[in-house]
Every structure is written in structure tokens, then in C-alpha cells.
């Protein structure tokens, strides 16, 4: 019986509480299903006991005071992000209760932004850590942290510090199939590559960003499969090359060819996972030409081949 446990605190992000929490309790019932005993108890913990307003407006509950619990009585400690987690910044009680825990519990963890909180603690030093995409340049300030902004995830069997997902920590523990299982039930994309981008450069507000490339950024999505060289893209936006070439430098931080690849693997990416086109015709439809080209595309960005990310969401490619 593992005892996990999770951090609580004012303005805490509800969903980084009762996301990775329901993960586990979702384990035990699968475990149930199949004639077994539980093999997760779950605790919340708080400064206080009782209850915590969350960012969301309603109240978690916690059972009892971090400051009463023995972290050795502890197999995995969750620290959480939130709206409230700069208050805890300063919160010198808890640094120091969560660097004793460190030391003690199996595995401690953070969910989100409540990486920034372990980090003001001085326990991702030395370690391979991620966080929020919008909070990854805030955990950049700390120079000893090797900070994985592009990961949704990492994670260490060799380190008592894990940062990690839920559904990897049910997978490790119980093995795959009660974690399919789980995942099934939660509908969630089991596993995801710890590595792969946490989110769609081409799907934000690029326009905004770009003003002087609005227009182009809209045409490209429906030219995948045709001519999107540097020189087609100059003379559809009506700039000389190495104009356009500077202007995306500088509006996007990345050459248009960078550009049009990211395109073209979020789209190829979308066809996979709907399964609406198998591999080779994905490649074609995307621009990408030959496989060969799309695979060596998604291995670099998202460490899977087109082929595992299409099983991965259940789709024969």
C-alpha cells in the first residue's frame, strides 16, 4: 500500500490537485475490478487542516497539517502549481519541511508550475526538471536546474526526485496493462513521450505576434503539400527572401523552413491521431513527401515515430 500525498495551499490550481489524485484513486478501482486489493491511499495535506480555498473558488480539504507528517510515512509527495504558489515562494516553514521530505519520502513530484515552488526549495538542483510552458522561463532563473521546457514530462527510476505524470508513477508501480486500464477510463493519451512538445507553436496567437506575417500564416496551413520554399513564401508575401527570412527571425524566433515543418507535423499529427490516413499518406498530404522525411521530423520534436504516435492513440496507421 503506497501512501500518496499532496500539497494544498490558498489559490492552489484545483485540476493539479484532483487530476494526478484521481489518476490513482482511478488505479484502485481497476485493482477492485479485478479481485485486488488497493493499492493507493491518498492524503491531503495542508498548513492547516481543514479547508483550502482553491484558484477556482471552491474548497479541497486537508486532512491533515504538513507540518504533523512524518515525510518516511510517505511513498510519494505531489507539490502542485497554482495562483497561489508565489506566496509560497517565501513560505520558509514549508522550503524547509519539503527539503526534510526530500530526503525521506520514495518519490516527490511536482504538477505544473508547482515545479517553481520545489525549485525555491533548492530540490531541482542538479536535476532534469519542466513546468507550465508559460513558466518555463521563470524556472530558467535557476541556473543549477537543467531545465526541459519542450518535455511534458520527466522522469528518473535512479532518482528519489521524480518529476513525472500520475499515469508513468501507476504504470511503474502496477505495470501496463492496470495503467491502459486507468487511462481508459479517465480517457487520456497513456504515456505520452516525456519529451514530446507540450504545446502547438503554429496553433497560437501567431498573428498577433506577427503582424507583418499575419496573411502568410493563414495561407500556409492549406499549401502543405505544395511549394513552401523560402522563395514561394517571399513572393506570396511580396518581400525579397532575406527580408522575410529577417522578419520571421524576428517577429517568431524561427527560419520559415522551421516554420513550415512545425506546421506540417501538427497537421500530420492531427491526421494520425483521428485516423483519417495512414502513414504514407499522411507524409504526402502534410508535404513531407517520402515517410522517411515525417519520421525523421516527429523523432527530433517528439522522440516517437509516426507509427507509435498513431498506436499510441489506438489508430492502426
Not at 482511478?26 to 485493482?31: G, Q, Y
Not at 513558466?135 to 535557476?142: G, I, N, Q, T
Request: charged fraction near 20%; aromatic fraction near 6%.
Amino acid at each position: 500500500m503506497r501512501r500518496i500525498a499532496c500539497l494544498i495551499y490558498p489559490e492552489v490550481m484545483s485540476l493539479d490537485v484532483t487530476g494526478p489524485m484521481q489518476v490513482f484513486a482511478s488505479a484502485n478501482e481497476e485493482l477492485a475490478r479485478l479481485g485486488r486489493a488497493p493499492a493507493y491511499t491518498l492524503l491531503m495535506l495542508g498548513e492547516q487542516a481543514g479547508p483550502v480555498a482553491t484558484s477556482a473558488g471552491f474548497n479541497l480539504y486537508a486532512e491533515q497539517r504538513y507540518h504533523d507528517t512524518d515525510p518516511a510515512s510517505l511513498d510519494t509527495l505531489l507539490v502542485p502549481g497554482g495562483r497561489g504558489e508565489a506566496a509560497q515562494f517565501a513560505n520558509q516553514p514549508l522550503l524547509a519541511w519539503l527539503s526534510r521530505a526530500a530526503a525521506q519520502v520514495q518519490r516527490l513530484g511536482s504538477v505544473c508550475s508547482g515545479a517553481l515552488i520545489l525549485a525555491h526549495a533548492g530540490l531541482l538542483d542538479g536535476h532534469r526538471a519542466t513546468t507550465h510552458w508559460a513558466d518555463v522561463e521563470a524556472l530558467k532563473a535557476f541556473p543549477a536546474i537543467d531545465v526541459q521546457g519542450e518535455r511534458l514530462h520527466t522522469y528518473s527510476r535512479a532518482s528519489r526526485q521524480r518529476f513525472t505524470s500520475a499515469l508513468a508513477l501507476v504504470e511503474d508501480d502496477l505495470g501496463r496493462p492496470i495503467a491502459l486500464a486507468v487511462a481508459r477510463r479517465l480517457v487520456m493519451f497513456l504515456k505520452r513521450p516525456g519529451d514530446q512538445a507540450q504545446f502547438s507553436p503554429h496553433l497560437a496567437p501567431q498573428a498577433c505576434r506577427a503582424p507583418r506575417l499575419g496573411a502568410l500564416l493563414e495561407w500556409i496551413p492549406g499549401q502543405l503539400g505544395g511549394d513552401l520554399s523560402l522563395e514561394a513564401l517571399a513572393a506570396r508575401a511580396c518581400m525579397a527572401p532575406r527580408t522575410l527570412y529577417r522578419v520571421f527571425m524576428a517577429e517568431l524566433g524561427v527560419t520559415p523552413a522551421r516554420y513550415v515543418e512545425q506546421v506540417r507535423l501538427e497537421s500530420a499529427r492531427a491526421l494520425l491521431q483521428g485516423g483519417q490516413a495512414s502513414v504514407q499518406s499522411v507524409a504526402r498530404l502534410c508535404g513531407f513527401g517520402h515517410p522517411e522525411s515525417m519520421r525523421r521530423s516527429f523523432h527530433k520534436a517528439l522522440g516517437v515515430s509516426p507509427q507509435d504516435y498513431a498506436e499510441r492513440f489506438g489508430v492502426q496507421a
